[in-house]
């Protein structure tokens, strides 16, 4: 049990649907230096219930209600795609902290928007790229910048597999739900294409940016066949290394996730898991310099609450900012963006050029 520490981040979750029951009410319970203040949900059943299992100090139906609680220092807006930029710079407006559920938006036009939103309001937003937390990445990460050297290239994979729902059946609980909750208007899902990129795709570019900097340019490949999508995708690094991003959604096989990546003074290779298990990466760092390989045990494989107290860190101590920040936000929304004008026109797209949605 992780001891609770005197000064925590009173913290409120706008959303109590399945990913804030399956990562976000959890975590702000476990979390050392923040706490579950309060939770707001349109629905009231689901809030009740929701109130009942964690506990906070409020419940509000209404978000302005709980933004304007002077209590209340930080949100986390666990919502769909849609609502993610309106509901954070609410938040940001009214002086409040945001942990932002990934992707921040689905357009290069919204991602500056709320850009400007954080620099107006002068709060902190962290967007909810929880695999920066994974402890053996972020061991990685650390090899890359402190002895790697010039890195020369990046494989990464990430491909949804189609037994993943029984997988993850298994070890969640069924998710509440309530016929009164609040939906964006259409079916998020009615393009694949963008909605696998999405919500896929965003973790995939991020990774590359965490390991390997910026990207500035990509060349993208799709190819559809018997319901299953495959994105190769080219990318181009500010730093002068080449990457191959693979993203599969769904491979026939276990969920398959990882990346291979080689440098001056030595090399890593990663396989990641199913983020549901909860399990930090198996991470093989092979030194150059003495011919021996290390390989971090991670045992601490909770993302979403490590991610949480990244903020808390950083609101409350002033600590560096480990997560993803809301220009990692915009990048990553660029980057998808690229990859799908590439596979439109079979061109190279630099990311500074593009606009529009995904």
Avoid at 172 to 191: E, F, R, Y
Avoid at 272 to 286: K, M, Q
């Amino acid at each position: 049990m992780i001891k609770k520490q005197d000064r925590r981040l009173r913290v409120g979750v706008l959303g109590c649907g399945p990913i804030a029951q399956f990562a976000h009410l959890e975590s702000c319970v476990k979390a050392g230096n923040a706490d579950l203040y309060a939770i707001c949900d349109a629905a009231p059943d689901l809030l009740a219930r929701m109130g009942a299992s964690y506990e906070p100090r409020k419940m509000y139906p209404d978000y302005d209600a709980m933004l304007a609680d002077p209590e209340l220092e930080a949100v986390i807006v666990a919502t769909s795609d849609a609502y993610h930029v309106p509901m954070s710079i609410k938040a940001l407006d009214a002086g409040k902290h945001v942990l932002c559920e990934k992707p921040i938006g689905t357009s290069v036009e919204e991602g500056e928007a709320l850009a400007e939103a954080v620099k107006r309001s002068g709060k902190v937003l962290q967007v909810g790229h929880m695999k920066r937390f994974d402890p053996a990445l972020e061991a990685a990460r650390d090899f890359v910048r402190d002895e790697m050297g010039e890195v020369l290239a990046l494989k990464a994979w990430y491909c949804d597999s189609t037994h993943r729902y029984t997988n993850t059946d298994a070890v969640q609980p069924l998710p509440v739900t309530s016929k009164l909750a609040k939906k964006p208007g259409g079916n998020p899902k009615a393009d694949l294409r963008q909605y696998f990129m999405l919500a896929h795709g965003s973790h995939l570019v991020d990774t590359a940016r965490f390991l390997c900097g910026d990207i500035v340019a990509v060349r993208a490949r799709l190819n559809e066949r018997f319901g299953a999508y495959c994105w190769f995708v080219e990318t181009e690094f500010a730093s002068g290394a080449l990457g191959h991003l693979d993203l599969t959604v769904a491979v026939r096989m276990d969920w398959h996730e990882g990346f291979q990546l080689y440098g001056e003074n030595g090399s890593v290779i990663a396989k990641t898991f199913n983020p549901w298990y909860f399990r930090a990466s198996e991470v093989d760092i092979f030194h150059e310099k003495d011919a021996t390989s290390r390989k971090p045990l991670g045992a601490d494989g909770h993302f979403f609450r490590r991610q949480l107290e990244g903020l808390a860190d950083t609101v409350l101590t002033g600590w560096p900012m480990r997560g993803a920040n809301v220009g990692d936000g915009v990048a990553s929304i660029r980057a998808m963006v690229a990859i799908a004008r590439s596979v439109e026109t079979g061109e190279r797209i630099e990311l500074a050029s593009v606009s529009g949605a995904v």
